[in-house]
């Protein structure tokens, strides 16, 4: 007779025994879960590896065949003829010379080179008041140093100075100037000399010409000086001047002098002047009015001259 205990127990048992064995089927499925979401997770944080292919590039043939080169060979190229038979001179050298040729003919006409000028400022520099046939007996305080420069352009101008040695002093003088083919125009000034022992001089100067056309010109000319002690004189001359014809010409001027007093002299003068050849004569007559003493004085001459 079969034992009633015994079969409950066996039962239990085998329900714990399933029961464990769903429990470690689960924890296994758990942790094989795990495991997959860990190895997704470090694929998607890491570095990706690029695939590298090799790929063999096949051979490139190069080569010309035969028949492509003998056609070629055989083509025509048409280039224009050049013809220098119709010129008889390439820069003024025969196009048959010789490098002899060409060289005389750069050392027989040169080209002469093309210079333009503008604005050309140019120094000077002299030595003035020795006596030259005796320098032991030259008197040191005749002797000056001259230093000055020049411009030329569309005015002419000068600036000089004079240095004398003895007593040590300087005088400066300047010019500017203007001229054409129908009018010219010059002023000019001086001053000194300056120094501890000088007494200085002021002058100014100005002439001019213009042409009037017709055979006439006119020119004019002024001159004023000072001193420390003010105005001093000056003048004021016109003049006009006619070609009568190829050889003869005449001339007429009046000069008027003043003086810190006023009006202090005037002058005038008329003369002809003919010219043939080698030979030239000239009249000439002027007279003169002091108008302060009421002298006058004048004269007439002439002149004689013959080349030959």
């Known amino acids: 007779m079969a034992d009633a205990s015994s079969g409950v127990s066996g039962s239990s048992h085998d329900s714990a025994a399933a ?90 006409n040169p080209a002469p080179p093309t210079v333009e000028e503008f604005n050309a400022f140019s120094p000077t520099f002299s030595i003035d008041g020795f006596n030259a046939a005796d320098i032991a007996n030259t008197d040191i305080s005749n002797v000056g140093v001259n230093v000055g420069l020049n411009y030329t352009g569309s005015l002419d101008a000068t600036m000089n100075a004079r240095f004398g040695l003895d007593p040590a002093n300087v005088t400066v003088s300047g010019s500017i100037g203007y001229s054409n083919d129908l009018s010219s125009f010059n002023l000019s000034a001086t001053a000194g000399p300056f120094g501890p022992e000088a007494t200085p001089n002021y002058g100014a100067t100005v002439k001019g010409s213009l042409d009037l056309g017709n055979l006439n010109a006119f020119d004019f000319s002024g001159t004023v000086n000072f001193n420390a002690q003010g105005f001093q004189n000056g003048n004021v001359s016109l003049g006009l001047t006619r070609d009568f014809s190829e050889n003869l010409s005449g001339y007429a001027r009046g000069t008027v002098g003043f003086g810190r007093d006023g009006v202090s002299n005037i002058t005038g003068e008329t003369g002809l002047n003919y010219n043939q050849g080698g030979t030239s004569l000239g009249l000439t007559g002027r007279g003169s009015v002091d108008t302060n003493t009421g002298a006058f004085t004048g004269y007439v001459g002439a002149r004689i001259g013959i080349k030959f």
């Open 19 to 108: 029961a464990q064995n769903s429990q470690a089927a689960n924890e296994a499925a758990e942790a094989q879960r795990a495991a997959e979401a860990a190895a997704a997770a470090s694929a998607v944080n890491a570095t990706p590896t690029p695939a590298l292919t090799t790929v063999e590039a096949a051979p490139v043939d190069l080569s010309v065949p035969m028949s492509a080169l003998s056609q070629l060979n055989a083509m025509q190229v048409n280039t224009p003829a050049l013809d220098f038979s119709s010129l008889t001179t390439l820069g003024g050298v025969p196009t048959n010379a010789t490098y002899a040729d060409i060289a005389l003919s750069a050392i027989a």
